[in-house]
């Protein structure tokens, strides 16, 4: 019987304290705000003789997962934390790990990505490493990225799937603001994620191996590719076994996605991480005034739940798809492109609006969210067209 | 050091069938400094480069011990990832505490002078136990002999073109193993696949000392300096000879050339009038650049020498 403890903790450090119970062998550690409180708390756990982790205090993010490869290629459990320039400054590398199938599990603290600078929180970063072939968590909570980061190392080192991992969570909205959290105890959390086998590890194998080889023309690299694709797409039972594994211990529901209240609702709204809360709020004013309104919050980015999402969506009148960064020359944002593609499948074509909003931390009020709403409404009865509007710039 | 007959007997860990050049520096540096690690398992990382693309085209490997690569610039920042694996799983009690490894680079001189420098650096500051070795062949000589950083005064590059305007690379070559001697680790030499014995000796060294180690190898490339393959090591001897190449060590900050004996000494030009890239200097007739870069030359040897004597 796992036992808990309640605490007012922020993000950073329920992502911390998960990193302390997984107990990674190593841990590549690089300041940027506002991640560097998990590094910062992971510097303690180390000094204090608490956790067994090698730290290695890198020069920079494209260092940080460099090493982060070297190790797991070794053979360790390895995990890290970045954000914003320094997921950016890594992008080169989140392909690499992923290519050479290396289980690794990176905490993002959502930010947004110059120029101009900005260090508070949008999703600019995180969907710029949406097609590099990780497995990426979008928390809402500080508690579900303590999940999510938990479930993390099982997923990324599970032998049918060996790719990274990414749990993240919206810069200082949730990496900073202090929320009520349950932890669980250390020997409950260890044995759920239990010890890293290593695959064709380069030390303590039994035989010398190669890691990152040259696949030139030939096919090899095409050969590798279609693997890397076809174990992104097949990751998805391992991740809904591990999660609801980790459920039944938490009793908190896992699911790739949060519909609530969509079964019967006319209007939903899809929206990723902290902003849920929000409209989760003015959906439940709505339907107490009679209005079939609901919200789906996607938990799961990267493989991207498309029929989870579909699922959900089919019955909707209209819906808004709530985007957190833009993908510039591109119709609709990241989130407008994958839903959008999600519901091409469904016989009947449901119109859609997508709305970029908050970026570089920009409030989202109440207000905008009742907007939002009342748009659909105009959609549905066709006095308002589908695109792209940025909410509450002007 | 071990004998000749000893090194003979020991396994070669880069093994032939690879698809480097005839007469290439690089494998030939590899090699050598693996012969230092005696008969300790051993883990390599490459940096992309030729070494890497020719000894690990899938799927066949010239590497007879685990290796790693990453991407270009990045070689130090892995292995050391690697080391940091091997102590984290240590104080884990998954390896065996009395299993020894050792952990060595290998990169080209764009990778290591140039984009992979701020990697080498912080891995040299971190106090890492590996040896990182530089083989310098002075350019980019697997995308086509462009000029890094490493390249020499005047010599010919794809991007340091000869033309009437400017004849060859305008700048001087970075020292670059002064540099890393700067981070005051344990280990840090010049050597030359040319001095095998010397080069052997501080690879044994390097991999000996506990803490980051540093190897500048000068390794030349038969198609980058524009010279016939088989002369490959006496072209590299006559780098020693000419002084351009000074083979020191700084070991616990004590500084030690090997110094050319004074009958051995021939001038810069009989070094590099055998190489194409720079022909432009010989021909129509030789240019007064040849004493510019005898100064240079002289200059650093004597550099290295006022190191020597301040660091004894």
């Not at chain 2, 000796?201 to 198609?223: H, I, S, Y």
Request: hydrophobic share 45%; with cysteine; aromatic share 8%.
């Amino acid at each position: 019987m796992a036992k808990i403890t309640v605490l007012a903790a922020t993000g950073n450090l329920m992502v911390a304290e998960a990193l302390r119970q997984a107990e990674p062998d190593v841990v590549s550690a690089y300041p940027i705000t506002p991640q560097t409180t998990i590094v910062e708390a992971y510097s303690k756990y180390v000094a204090d003789g608490r956790v067994h982790t090698e730290y290695i205090n890198v020069e920079s993010e494209h260092s940080s997962m460099s090493a982060a490869i070297g190790a797991s290629a070794a053979g360790a459990r390895v995990a890290t934390a970045t954000s914003s320039q320094g997921l950016a400054l890594m992008w080169e590398e989140l392909h690499i790990a992923a290519g050479m199938r290396l289980p690794i599990v990176m905490a993002n603290a959502n930010r947004a990505l110059s120029a101009p600078i900005n260090i508070h929180g949008d999703h600019s970063d995180v969907m710029g490493a949406r097609d590099t072939g990780w497995i990426i968590f979008i928390a809402e909570t500080a508690q579900e990225a303590y999940d999510n980061t938990i479930i993390s190392f099982r997923i990324a080192e599970h032998a049918d799937v060996q790719l990274p991992v990414m749990t993240t969570l919206d810069g200082f909205i949730t990496t900073h603001a202090m929320e009520r959290c349950e932890l669980l105890d250390d020997a409950t959390v260890k044995a759920f994620v239990g010890q890293r086998t290593p695959i064709n590890p380069l030390i303590n194998g039994d035989k010398p191996v190669n890691h990152g080889m040259f696949a030139s023309l030939g096919g090899a690299y095409f050969k590798v590719k279609h693997a890397e694709r076809d174990a992104n797409d097949a990751s998805l039972p391992y991740i809904k076994e591990i999660g609801d594994e980790w459920a039944a211990v938490c009793e908190r529901p896992f699911d790739f996605i949060d519909a609530y209240e969509c079964e019967d609702a006319d209007f939903i709204v899809v929206v990723l991480g902290s902003a849920t809360g929000n409209v989760r709020t003015v959906a439940r004013e709505l339907r107490a005034a009679g209005i079939k309104v609901g919200v789906l919050r996607i938990r799961l980015y990267r493989p991207f739940p498309y029929a989870q999402v579909r699922e959900a969506l089919k019955n909707a009148k209209a819906i808004a798809i709530m985007d957190r960064a833009d993908s510039f020359g591109s119709q609709y944002g990241p989130l407008g492109l994958d839903v959008r593609t999600a519901l091409y499948d469904l016989p009947a074509r449901i119109p859609t609006r997508n709305y970029i909003y908050g970026l570089g931390g920009a409030d989202v009020k109440l207000a905008a969210i009742r907007q939002v709403f009342d748009e659909l409404q105009e959609l549905a009865a066709g006095s308002l067209d589908e695109g792209l509007n940025y909410l509450g710039t002007r | 050091m071990a004998s000749i007959k000893e090194l003979s007997k020991q396994p070669d860990l880069l093994v032939g069938g690879h698809r480097l050049c005839g007469g290439c520096g690089a494998s030939i540096a590899a090699r050598q400094v693996l012969l230092g690690a005696r008969d300790v398992e051993v883990v390599a990382a490459s940096a992309t480069g030729c070494l890497e693309v020719s000894t690990s085209a899938l799927p066949y490997s010239s590497w007879a011990t685990s290796w790693i690569h990453n991407a270009f610039e990045n070689a130090a920042a892995t292995i050391t990832g690697v080391e940091a694996a091997y102590k984290g799983l240590k104080a884990a009690g998954k390896i065996a505490q009395d299993k020894e490894i050792k952990f060595v680079a290998f990169a080209g001189d764009g990778a290591t002078y140039d984009i992979g420098f701020q990697s080498l650096s912080g891995a040299l500051e971190r106090g890492h136990d590996f040896v990182y070795v530089c083989y310098d062949n002075g350019a980019y000589m697997n995308t086509g002999i462009q000029r890094s950083s490493a390249t020499p005064h005047y010599a010919w590059a794809t991007t340091s073109e000869v033309g009437k305007a400017i004849p060859g690379k305008p700048q001087k070559r970075k020292d670059l193993t002064s540099i890393v001697a700067a981070h005051h680790i344990p280990y840090a030499a010049q050597a030359s696949i040319g001095n095998w014995k010397d080069l052997v000796e501080k690879a044994e060294k390097a991999f000996a000392t506990p803490g980051p180690a540093f190897l500048n190898v000068l390794a030349p490339c038969p198609r980058g300096w524009r010279y016939d393959s088989s002369m490959t090591i006496e072209i590299s001897r006559l780098a020693f000879k000419s002084k351009f190449w000074p083979l020191f060590e700084v070991a616990d900050g004590v500084w030690t050339m090997r110094e050319v004996k004074e009958k051995d000494v021939i001038p810069v030009a009989d070094f590099l009038k055998l190489q194409g890239r720079f022909a432009h200097l010989f021909k129509p007739t030789p240019s007064p650049l040849l004493e510019q870069i005898q100064q240079e030359v002289d200059e650093y040897y004597a550099y290295i020498q006022r190191m020597c004597a301040a660091h004894s």
